[in-house]
């Protein structure tokens, strides 16, 4: 005699499983609704879900068990309306053998997508009296819980009167799942009270939490847990280990639960690459993406991801087109949307806007991260008005509208540039739709409206966001730093701290930055000192750059360079530039020759420092220098970058670049020039020649330094507005010290004020006076 159970069980393909159902046919034990249930479980094993349809409906009998496979076959391929009918059927079926159980509503509740149908059947297990069955009343807060109604789940969950750990891990993963933080941690606490264990679904479900409640020490009980229990060497507890602890900054425990692991998947290699990428560790994050190559497991997306971004760390083009090329040979950037945006983020922090261009342009589909990821390489490589170009091109031909991210990407592009008007009109939709409450758009409207000279609305803005995070004071300290306003920053600095807001290291680079400004040495001094003894901050290469800049703007230039020789960290550009400007400013040659000869090393393709040396030569008349430092230059086939400037007249904005006499109104702006250059030398302006690097006759340099762009906008300003209208200037450079100071007579003849905006700082001109009070 056959024996079909043993037979359906251990049968593998299709080939094997129809002559076996043609044998139970003829066979006669096509009745055995047991053999029946079989059967259909083995189609659906093997992926025939229509010879599972046909051999339900012929079966002559069909009990509870038959049912409950057909709705269960359904659910498994994804048929949920047609698992929902099927549940519909049986609950109409006269068969005294078909009735639904404590089994049929565990499967049917999977089927429910959406609350509508969860309810129905929630209320059909109620009358039938099958919620107090543990198994369905689990199923009922899982169905809650993957819909999005928790409250719904933990209304099942409480009014349940036996719990086993299921039904806890249940209620624990789900509010896990939709970010209920405070209250997965509430009901672990209730869980631990009443003495119940945890399992590793427990432990799996309750790690996440950690990293949203900034909570490492809890992650370190259940660690201690695991190890008691024998849990830690389980698979997906370590893997959740390692993820919790990379996420939470800890990677040496990270690596610790790593190496200790004998058996390491695919997710365990990107947990831990993930983590040393998301620290900015990423030559470690290349090394492991090397090991795991090597042991023999194969890189997925979330892989590609992670190795992109690392890639972009480094600055490391080679590894970018190699990580690019492997995608490309899977055809991931065809099918994976999230992969493609991960190397237009990629080709954009390398500086390779072209290719992030190209790489965007070739997706299939686009969502607004792609957007938004676009935007941000742009407005990162200085490319601010494109980036603004394709914000607005991203509503009008596309359609799509901007979230929380794309106004965090565009605001700083408009900052850089001063676009007001189009940081406005985004003011005013964040404020539409409710995204003025989240802190990033916040902070970086703060931020904007400082950089577009209105400090007036930053300090507004400013005092009406949630004062518990760091960002918005950041962005007000750093935004009062560049309008010169020193003291009212080291004043809110103080008011952070009384509020228990603890400063990052942000916080001290915004800090230092105004102090710098505004030529608070002593109070820089004690705030940099404050960074580690008070708040443990190890000091970055951009803090010690500030100090530099502010003991060199002081004329302190031996302590500056001492400061310098001391550094933990190896100097950058950003350190060795600081003491370079502030040589140029004292007129220390040999100290400027010093700083000049460690930029070129570091960064030699860079001609602002060889112009920040011509400066320094000719403010001390050496003319050889200059012409030394220009050769080099020439060898080196490097060009100045053209000074602009630029100034909105009726809302459309005119750019003007240094010497160029192209505009329509070329010869009013000249005439008015001329007129301006007259009255203010009545009144004892004197042109200073040092700013001028040929070596002509001084009639010539007085011409060169009226044609400087700054001066070209002033006038078209003045031509162009009412009399004593305000003027608000933008400069990509350092204003020249000489249009500075005749910028102070103007305004003092006009009867104007003019703001001006360069690459460094604010200067508000009024009454023949500035805010910086050439401390700048």
Not at 67 to 91: E, P, Q, S
Not at 176 to 193: D, I, K, S, W, Y
Request: charge should be neutral; proline fraction near 3%; include cysteine.
């Amino acid at each position: 005699m056959v024996d079909f159970s043993r037979r359906l069980l251990s049968c593998a393909t299709l080939r094997l499983a129809r002559p076996l159902h043609a044998l139970l046919l003829v066979s006669g034990r096509a009745r055995d609704a047991f053999l029946v249930t079989k059967l259909l479980n083995l189609y659906s094993r093997l992926g025939d879900l229509p010879s599972v349809v046909l051999t339900f409906r012929h079966a002559p009998v069909k009990t509870s068990i038959t049912w409950n496979t057909m709705i269960a076959c359904y659910v498994h391929h994804g048929f949920l309306k047609d698992a929902l009918a099927c549940f519909r059927c049986l609950i109409l079926s006269p068969s005294p053998s078909a009735r639904p159980d404590s089994f049929t509503f565990p499967v049917t509740i999977k089927a429910c997508w959406d609350l509508e149908w969860g309810k129905r059947i929630h209320s059909l297990a109620y009358k039938l009296g099958f919620v107090c069955n543990v198994f369905v009343s689990a199923s009922l807060v899982h169905m809650y819980s993957r819909l999005g109604f928790t409250d719904d789940a933990r209304k099942v969950f409480d009014e349940m009167k036996i719990k086993d750990l299921g039904c806890w891990n249940a209620m624990l993963s789900g509010l896990c799942q939709n970010g209920r933080t405070a209250a997965v941690t509430e009901l672990f606490e209730q869980m631990m009270m009443l003495g119940l264990p945890m399992d590793k679904v427990t432990v799996t479900s309750i790690l996440p939490v950690c990293t949203p409640l900034q909570n490492p020490l809890l992650g370190f009980c259940i660690h201690v847990y695991c190890i008691k229990h024998g849990m830690d060497s389980d698979l997906f507890v370590s893997n959740a280990l390692i993820d919790m602890y990379a996420k939470l900054g800890h990677l040496e425990e990270a690596q610790k639960v790593f190496k200790a692991m004998v058996d390491r998947d695919l997710v365990t290699w990107n947990s831990i690459i993930s983590g040393y990428e998301q620290t900015g560790d990423a030559n470690s994050a290349l090394n492991l993406f090397n090991e795991m190559q090597q042991s023999g497991i194969q890189p997925d997306r979330l892989t590609l991801v992670s190795l992109a971004s690392a890639v972009a760390q480094r600055g490391d083009d080679r590894n970018g087109q190699s990580a690019y090329g492997f995608i490309l040979r899977r055809g991931w950037d065809l099918h994976d949307i999230i992969v493609s945006n991960a190397i237009v983020d990629m080709y954009g922090k390398l500086s390779k806007v072209k290719l992030a261009q190209e790489v965007f342009d070739r997706m299939p589909k686009r969502d607004v991260i792609s957007w938004n990821t676009l935007i941000t390489g742009y407005s990162q490589n200085g490319l601010a008005n494109e980036a603004i170009e394709i914000f607005k091109y991203m509503q009008i031909h596309e359609g799509i509208m901007p979230i929380q991210g794309t106004l965090a990407s565009v605001l700083p592009a408009c900052a850089h540039v001063g676009a007001l008007q189009e940081g406005v009109k985004i003011h005013s939709y964040a404020l539409r739709i409710g995204l003025l409450s989240d802190i990033f758009v916040s902070t970086c409207l703060i931020d904007m409206y400082a950089k577009c000279g209105r400090l007036a609305e930053a300090m507004v803005l400013f005092e009406q966001v949630s004062s518990r995070f760091t960002g918005p004071w950041n962005a007000i300290i750093a935004g009062l730093g560049v309008h010169g306003h020193g003291k009212k920053a080291a004043s809110l600095f103080s008011e952070m701290q009384e509020q228990g807001i603890k400063p990052d290291h942000v916080t001290f680079v915004s800090l230092l930055s105004a102090c710098s400004h505004a030529g608070l040495v002593d109070h820089g001094r004690q705030c940099f000192h404050q960074m580690k003894s008070v708040y443990g901050l190890e000091p970055w290469v951009k803090h010690y750059a500030c100090m530099v800049d502010l003991l060199g703007r002081s004329g302190q230039l031996d302590a500056a360079y001492e400061l310098i020789m001391t550094m933990t960290l190896k100097p950058d550009s950003g350190v060795w530039g600081a003491l370079l400007g502030a040589c140029r400013i004292h007129g220390n040659v040999e100290l400027g020759k010093v700083a000049a000869s460690h930029l070129f090393e570091i960064d030699a393709e860079n001609m602002g420092y060889y112009v920040l040396l011509s400066n320094m030569y000719a403010k001390a008349g050496k003319w050889d220098g200059i012409t030394e430092v220009r050769s080099l230059a020439r060898h080196k086939q490097l060009q100045k970058t053209p000074g602009w400037s630029s100034v909105e007249v009726n809302k459309k904005v005119n750019v003007f670049f240094t010497g160029n006499h192209s505009h329509p109104q070329h010869e009013e702006i000249q005439k008015e020039l001329r007129t301006l250059l007259a009255k203010i030398k009545s009144i004892g302006y004197v042109p200073d020649f040092s700013f001028v690097l040929q070596d002509v006759e001084e009639d010539e340099k007085e011409n060169i330094l009226s044609s400087h762009s700054e001066r070209l906008a002033i006038a078209y300003g003045i031509i162009s507005t009412l009399p004593k209208t305000p003027i608000q200037i933008y400069k990509n450079l350092r204003v020249c010290g000489d249009c500075h100071n005749a910028t102070k007579f103007i305004s003092k003849i006009t009867e104007r004020e003019i703001i001006m905006r360069d690459s460094n700082r604010f200067h508000h001109f009024k009454d023949g006076k500035c805010s910086c009070s050439d401390y700048w």
